[in-house]
């Protein structure tokens, strides 16, 4: 049997991704690949399942606007600062991240 998998997020983001404005997640680390079916968490709110459509590996200096556009945010350094404040020293130039994209499916 598949376990279905989550990407858990902050309750502050349930809007953006219910509207379909946050339609991707960088994180450091995540098992979830391309077709995967998961269930998208904000807070303690469920906003609905979604398909996995990529996962794109890049360094921090690598992010794009584009990058930080379709994860929510109005510029790349917003996105940076938030990844830092969640993160902390962990997150530098040099990092890794999975850019996960997601289309909901539903809810």
């Known amino acids: ?15 953006s991704i219910s509207l379909g404005r946050k339609v991707s997640t960088i994180r ?6 391309v077709g995967d079916v998961v269930d998208i968490v ?19 200096s690598q992010l794009t606007e584009e990058d930080a556009r379709l994860d929510g945010f109005n510029s790349r350094e917003e996105l940076i600062a938030k990844l830092r404040k969640i993160y902390g020293r962990a997150v530098t130039d040099s990092t890794e991240v999975k850019i996960i994209r997601f289309k909901l499916l539903g809810r």
């Open 1 to 15: 049997m598949v376990r279905r998998r989550k990407l858990v997020f902050k309750e502050e983001y349930w809007e």
């Open 28 to 33: 450091l680390n995540s098992p979830v690949r």
């Open 42 to 60: 904000a807070g303690r709110r469920f906003v609905g399942s979604a398909v996995v459509t990529g996962v794109e590996v890049k360094k921090v």
